[in-house]
């Protein structure tokens, strides 16, 4: 079965830096097409960002381009976001999802706060 295990979330201070990562199993990663999504309290779930199969497209929500960066390991089966001079609308639950597949991991708490 498909899982996805988010992890590397915590709280820093604005200005800081974070690394999610996503583990992913139960289906052929290399060929999937990956997004990292967020939700606040009393928001929406957002999107970010997201990678094709073999990385050579990106995407990002324009909240966080020039600040974040989505990459991906097929041979670990594993997508990152590298979340850089964070601020405290950043923080949410993200979630790793697979394109297309309406499955969610447990997601990583984010919080940016002084």
């Known amino acids: 079965q498909v899982q996805l295990v988010e992890s590397g979330g915590g709280s820093v201070q604005p200005g800081g830096s974070l690394r999610l990562s996503c583990v992913a199993s139960g289906f052929t990663f290399s060929s999937a097409t990956m997004r990292w999504y967020r939700q606040a309290p009393g928001k929406e779930r957002e999107l970010v960002a997201g990678?094709?199969?073999?990385?050579?497209?990106?995407i990002f929500a324009d909240s966080v381009k020039g600040r974040f960066t989505i990459s991906r390991d097929n041979a670990k089966n594993t997508v990152y976001l590298e979340m850089n001079n964070l601020k405290p609308e950043d923080s949410a639950v993200y979630y790793c999802?697979?394109?297309?597949?309406?499955?969610w991991g447990q997601g990583t708490q984010v919080t940016v706060s002084s």
């Open positions: 999802k697979r394109f297309g597949v309406n499955y």
């Open positions: 990678i094709t199969s073999t990385g050579s497209n990106t």
